[in-house]
């Protein structure tokens, strides 16, 4: 079964930049999905397909993937940020194809 | 807007069976898929299967499978999704997501279903 691999945690000072990566086997040949949730609210979508952002997300939200590491780039961090980030992919290299979540990343802005 | 409101909470005993609902509105039922997510108190998203509201198909997880079903009702823009033999470790908010090819664009509000003697 595959499997996305996320830091528990990253931490970072308002204004900077934070990077929350998401691991798998040659998860660049994927597309990669990412989720913000704050605490009680639905997950909802910052970054899909790799790269690119639905209408309303920020540009502060961009998203890159290559090899076997995708990356979450939140840039000038703010403290509205402060959440759990998810990555997610469709994984169908098995008979069995699904969908599949990271541990989660809990971003925290110092 | 596109939107989807689930059922309310529930409180169910082990062993008896839950049904969720999610009412879609905003947007052409049928021509998006609707993913269903689950989420214990502190842990992390787990997916549980999708549906194609448009024929009915469905695909589960494996963990899930001879346990949950996904029906919809088009005619009243309405995806259910039913668990049978509830122990406590399906104590979770219950999520219905509208499929955006492999993403899932717009999340319903979460149902808490709450297994215990």
């Known amino acids: 079964s595959y499997v996305l691999t996320q830091p528990p945690s990253v931490s970072v000072a308002p204004g900077q930049t934070a990077r929350i990566t998401c691991g798998g086997n040659n998860i660049g040949s994927k597309s990669v999905h990412w989720y913000q949730q704050k605490p009680g609210q639905a997950p909802v979508l910052v970054v899909y397909d790799d790269s690119d952002r639905p209408s309303g997300i920020p540009e502060r939200f961009s998203g890159s993937n290559s090899g076997n590491t995708a990356t979450l780039t939140i840039s000038r961090v703010e403290a509205g940020d402060e959440a759990d980030y998810y990555c997610?992919?469709?994984?169908?290299?098995?008979?069995?194809?699904?969908?599949?979540f990271g541990g989660g990343t809990k971003l925290t802005v110092l | 807007q596109v939107q989807l409101v689930q059922s309310g909470a529930e409180v169910k005993k082990p062993g008896a069976s839950v049904k969720v609902s999610c009412k879609a509105s905003?947007?052409?039922?049928?021509?998006?898929?609707i993913n269903w997510v689950r989420q214990a108190t502190g842990q992390g998203l787990e997916w549980m299967g999708w549906m194609n509201p448009n024929s009915g198909n469905t695909g589960y997880a494996q963990k899930f499978q001879g346990r949950v079903t996904m029906t919809r009702n088009t005619s009243i823009s309405t995806a259910y999704m039913e668990l049978s033999s509830l122990r406590s470790e399906d104590t979770a908010v219950y999520y219905c997501a509208r499929g955006q090819d492999t993403a899932m664009g717009t999340w319903g509000q979460g149902t808490l279903v709450t297994v215990s003697s």
């Open positions: 997610q992919v469709w994984d169908s290299s098995s008979d069995h194809p699904h969908v599949v």
């Open positions: 905003g947007y052409t039922f049928t021509s998006y898929d």
